[in-house]
Each structure stands twice: as structure tokens, then as C-alpha cells.
């Protein structure tokens, strides 16, 4: 038998209503996307030459004057790798934190389940200030000490409800069998949990990759010594400089072609870019673990 072939007819109002919203998705790409654009070639585009304006689309004068200035601060290389130690150190182990605790929440059999959820959320809407905060993080010896990047960032409620709210949309008769065959918590969720979360974990280990890779105030304020500072503060410092007659008097001197504004875009690229570059290898994962672990059933 021949396959009989369906031909989708589109009426003239689809076929109207599909090029409304090609062209409407179209403009927010450009909306998006354009000033991104813009701040790469003025970035990319001679300092004194870009203060003429009428740069749009294309650099007029192609200079790295901005990259090289701060590239070759040897400040900054070394805030580059405390913030990819912290970064590649902080993630997974926030992840496995969040992850486990999100497990034991949505088991029906915790006794006081609600009344322990319940004080977790609380923390999401009432803190007890920046000063307390301050003094039990000294107390605790981690004032400028490289673990006050990572432990008090292990666990986010925001981060534990998504994986919870996963975890439980699971069928409970998995859970159940596993039982039965005698797996105990640990493995089931090492064997069983972390493979089948594997959206919602990805889903949020961007998100705690993204914070700490954009994370500063907590090394402003809560380090002195410059072999802890991170890269955003660094860039910030950089940025300071150049607002001051001084610093431009220095670049001046050492011949380069760099402004308060040419430093300023090519920090927001030196500081954007690597973290986007992680995007396309979960964003597959992203959208699937936002909307099963924001829904409950």
C-alpha cells in the first residue's frame, strides 16, 4: 500500500497571524540582541575615535587598547583564576547540597515536613541584616579566607523548591520498589535521584555558576588580602580608576588610547562572555527543568 500523504492546508488569516509573529519575534531578537552588539565594537573601536559617536553597527577604527589594559594587569589574570577556582568549586558543590536537601524535604515519611519547609522559605522573605551576617561569618573565622565564597552559598531555597517540587512529581511507586529491593536512601539517591534530576540540576547549576562567576560584594566586602580578590571586583576597581583625571593622565602617559567608556565595555565583555559561552551546552536541558520543577501537581 502507498502511504497516503496529508497535505496541512494554512488558511490566509494562519499564514497572516504566522508572519505577525515571525516578525514581532524577529524584533525582540534585534531588541535584545543589538545593544550587546553595540557594546562589543565599541569595545573593540579606537577610544578617542568613539567618543565622536555614530557607531551602530560597525566598528569605525578598529583598536584593543581597552583589552590590553586590563588583560595585562597582572591583578586581574590572577582574580580570573579565583574566580574559576570559586566558580568550578562553589557549583558542584552547591548543587549536591541543594539537591540532597530538596530529597529529604519531599520525602512523605520526614517527620515535621511542613514545619521545617516552612523555616526554610522563611529565610527567602526575612534576614537578619548585613551587620549579623558580618559577625557570624567572623566568628566562624571565614573573613578573608576563601571559603566564604563557597559555604555560605551552598544552599539556595529558591534553587531547593525547584529540585523539591521535581522530586516529587516522580512516581512514589519508584521510590517504593526501591525500597523493597533494599536500596536505602543514599543509594536511591545517588542511583536513582541525581540521574533522573539531571534538567532541574543543570537548570540550576547555571544559576549558581552565573552568581558566583557575577558575585563581588561578598569580596568587597568580606576580603582584604588581593590574592582573594575575584574578577568582578577587580574590573570594579579598574572602573573607579578610570573615572578619576589621574588614571587617564597615567594611560595617557604610557601611550594608550583608552577612555572611562571604551574601559567600561570592554570590562562588561571581558566579564560576560565566558559565562555565555556555558549556555548552549544546557540550554537544552533549561526549559525542561524550569517547568517541571516550578509546577507542583
Given at each position: ?75 586581574f589574570l590572577h582574580s580570573i583564576l579565583v574566580t574559576v577556582l570559586r566558580t568550578l568549586t562553589g557549583t558542584p558543590l552547591a548543587v549536591l547540597a541543594t539537591t ?198
Amino acid at each position: 500500500m502507498k502511504d497516503i500523504k496529508i497535505k496541512k492546508h494554512y488558511a490566509p488569516s494562519d499564514r497572516v497571524f504566522d508572519i505577525i509573529s515571525f516578525l514581532f519575534l524577529a524584533l525582540v531578537v534585534v531588541i535584545c540582541v543589538y545593544p550587546f552588539w553595540n557594546i562589543f565594537i565599541i569595545s573593540i573601536n579606537d577610544a578617542t575615535d568613539a567618543i565622536r559617536g555614530g557607531i551602530y553597527f560597525l566598528p569605525r577604527k578598529l583598536s584593543l587598547a581597552s583589552y590590553k589594559d586590563i588583560l595585562t594587569r597582572q591583578t586581574f589574570l590572577h582574580s580570573i583564576l579565583v574566580t574559576v577556582l570559586r566558580t568550578l568549586t562553589g557549583t558542584p558543590l552547591a548543587v549536591l547540597a541543594t539537591t540532597a536537601l530538596a530529597y529529604v524535604l519531599s520525602r512523605q515519611e520526614l517527620l515535621w515536613k511542613k514545619p521545617v519547609t516552612i523555616l526554610f522559605v522563611f529565610t527567602m522573605y526575612f534576614g537578619g541584616g548585613l551587620v549579623p551576617y558580618y559577625m557570624v561569618l567572623k566568628n566562624l573565622n571565614m573573613l578573608d579566607n576563601f571559603i566564604v565564597f563557597i559555604f555560605p552559598n551552598l544552599i539556595s531555597v529558591y534553587n531547593m523548591i525547584l529540585v523539591k517540587n521535581y522530586i516529587e512529581g516522580m512516581p512514589q511507586e519508584l521510590f517504593e520498589s526501591s525500597k523493597i529491593d533494599g536500596a536505602n536512601d543514599l543509594i536511591i539517591f545517588t542511583r536513582i535521584i541525581l540521574p533522573l534530576c539531571k534538567p532541574i540540576i543543570m537548570t540550576i547549576a547555571l544559576f549558581v555558576a552565573i552568581m558566583h562567576w557575577n558575585s563581588w560584594f561578598d569580596a568587597y566586602l568580606y576580603t582584604n588580602s588581593q590574592s582573594l580578590k575575584v574578577m568582578q571586583s577587580v574590573l570594579v576597581e579598574i572602573l573607579n580608576q578610570y573615572q578619576t583625571s589621574a588614571a587617564n593622565q597615567t594611560a595617557s602617559r604610557v601611550g594608550q588610547s583608552v577612555t572611562p567608556d571604551s574601559i567600561r565595555m570592554a570590562a562588561t565583555m571581558v566579564a560576560t562572555i565566558p559565562i555565555i559561552m556555558v549556555y548552549p551546552f544546557i540550554q537544552k536541558y533549561f526549559v525542561k527543568g524550569i517547568m517541571l520543577g516550578a509546577v507542583k501537581s
